[in-house]
């Protein structure tokens, strides 16, 4: 069976059809709600990887605790100077922003895209989950190096909490949403803890000073362990903490994702409400995850980290981790995938989305090479957020057309898609590390798509803009 | 209606005493006063607290209708324009 865009189109547009309209003033919401949202959803399973990961790549105790820093402050800041801003002014979703800016084709390939990145994303939580469920049974780990299935144990422990995740998301999505609410205080309590119980285990202290030389000897030593540079680890330094903790959840800030959340916003001053989930998630934890894997003899297997650190209560945490973020993370994979899928229910859906994400569990390689993923995940859509930036502040100083697309019915903003692509292909081939490649490629974007919309806008009939009939607004 | 209000002020109160138990013995594991072992002991049992009263606090709805009426006059739940 095959679908035209316009039909493909027009079940995405069916499925935001309740986002269409801007929020009313009426339905703004408070402080306080913003900052409850944003703490619950930044502590995640794959927290325990990340903070592990900066202690195996051979970052100093300096390096992280201010690169950490100020990566973070920059992020709060790209929510409240790029994000909110412009979701204050439209009140819409960026579904529907980029709607009439890049054209129902280019919002469609965009969900796409988005929706397999969800599911790598979901995949890698999942896995989480399995290195504690699979001490229970000895399965061992992947090594770090590990790309492949390494045993038939981790395939069958990934499969079936894959299975489990998927079961549950299927028969109550909405009740394990409202629940996931609950993990979030006892989850970063439970990092907090696990770090401060297994300092006794990294060496005697009677002084901060004293607490200050572990971390700087046992933890973040700044040099690459023997074992991981043997796996092929490179040493990561302050640049890199930082445009990691300032890019991580660039899908969210730059990228404009979140415009869905400050649509509500009274004013664009809510994006600082951030700080109220990157503080606890991207901060306390990761750093709580640096003690607890070096507490372990360096070995990257987050339930052992949890169980060492916090017992049973740490082997849940990390279980709950992965799975109530997941279980969410599958739900948008979910939502996008049903525009090409004619007439299924959401449980054929969700169905189809846990397939996905089960399978992309089981390969080692996304969860091993997590920092590299979140690197490529918002890379990929970063292109689209200078896009529509460009086009929402630039274009009316520029004398410039807005919404072009739209008001032509073009399937596709040709300038746009075009930008997507040489940026990525740019980036691509840019000669220095994944972290730092986003920030010239975002001004690449903008550089691309303003000469380019100023082209179509001039030449416009040259473009082979396709048309489509009973689209548009 | 009153003695479901009065249940989610106790269960939000019961929730903060566990985190304060998961804590608290952290702390005192951190500071060399009691060993791993209690300490794992103290982290199971205030999980349990929190898992046993949280969701009375955080989703009342998940409780049922009545519940969740309840909850719109309980202490520490947010307070909705009608």
């Known amino acids: 069976m095959s679908l035209s865009w316009k039909e493909i189109t027009g079940r995405l547009d069916a499925l935001y ?270 750093l709580a995850s640096g003690v607890m894997v070096a507490a372990v003899g360096l070995k990257m297997s987050p339930g052992q980290m949890a169980v060492n650190a916090a017992g049973l209560a740490g082997a849940l945490a990390v279980v709950l981790a992965g799975w109530t973020t997941a279980n969410p993370t599958m739900y948008r994979a979910g939502l996008a995938f049903q525009s090409i899928t004619p007439n299924w229910p959401r449980w054929a859906v969700t169905l189809a989305a846990g397939i996905a994400t089960t399978i992309f569990s089981c390969f080692p390689f996304f969860f091993m090479r997590l920092l590299d993923f979140v690197a490529v995940y918002g890379l990929v859509l970063m292109p689209i957020g200078a896009v529509v930036f460009a086009e929402h502040w630039l274009f009316p100083k520029l004398g410039l057309e807005q919404y072009r697309a739209d008001r032509t019915r073009a399937l596709f903003n040709i300038p746009a898609l075009i930008t997507w692509a040489i940026t990525l292909l740019a980036c691509w081939a840019m000669p220095f590390n994944l972290f730092f490649r986003w920030l010239p490629g975002y001004a690449l974007a903008f550089a691309l798509y303003i000469p380019l919309s100023w082209a179509w806008q001039r030449f416009g009939a040259e473009f082979p803009a396709a048309e489509i009939s009973g689209g548009g607004k | 209606m009153n003695w479901r209000r009065h249940w989610i002020n106790l269960a939000s109160l019961l929730a903060i005493a566990a985190l304060i138990v998961c804590l608290g013995s952290s702390v005192l594991c951190f500071a060399h006063v009691i060993d791993k072992h209690a300490y794992f002991a103290w982290l199971n049992a205030g999980t349990i607290a929190w898992f046993l009263t949280a969701p009375f606090w955080f989703t009342p709805g998940l409780f049922g209708k009545k519940f969740e009426q309840a909850s719109s006059s309980a202490w520490l739940r947010p307070k909705r324009k009608v």
Request: with cysteine; charged share 15%; net charge neutral.
């Open chain 1, 17 to 286: 059809e309740f986002d269409r309209e801007p929020v009313h003033e009426d339905k703004l919401q408070k402080g306080w709600e913003f900052a409850s949202l944003f703490a619950g959803e930044h502590v995640a399973g794959t927290e325990f990887v990340i903070g592990a990961f900066f202690v195996l790549h051979g970052v100093s105790a300096f390096d992280v605790l201010v690169g950490l820093l100020v990566g973070n402050l920059l992020a709060v800041l790209s929510w409240t100077f790029i994000c909110a801003p412009i979701a204050v002014r439209t009140r819409l979703t960026l579904y529907w922003y980029l709607r009439r800016i890049g054209g129902p084709g280019l919002t469609a390939i965009y969900n796409l895209a988005n929706a397999l990145l969800y599911c790598i994303l979901a995949g890698a939580m999942i896995a989480v989950s399995a290195t504690a469920i699979g001490l229970a049974f000895n399965v061992p780990i992947p090594e770090l190096s590990s790309k492949l299935p390494t045993s038939v144990g981790w395939v069958v422990i990934t499969l079936v909490t894959g299975g489990v995740v998927t079961t549950v998301a299927i028969l109550g999505f909405e009740k394990l949403a409202k629940f996931s609410s609950v993990c979030g205080p006892w989850m970063i309590m439970i990092f907090i803890a696990g770090a401060l119980a297994v300092f006794p285990d990294l060496g005697e202290y009677h002084s901060v000073s004293d607490l200050w030389t572990i971390a700087k000897t046992k933890i973040w030593t700044g040099v690459v362990p023997a074992a991981a540079a043997a796996e092929g680890l490179k040493k990561l330094g302050f640049w890199h903490i930082m445009f990691f903790a300032w890019f991580c959840n660039l899908a969210m800030h730059v990228d404009l994702s979140d415009m869905a959340v400050f649509r509500y916003a009274k004013n664009k001053w809510y994006g600082l409400y951030t700080l109220f989930g990157v503080l606890p998630g991207h901060y306390v934890a990761w």
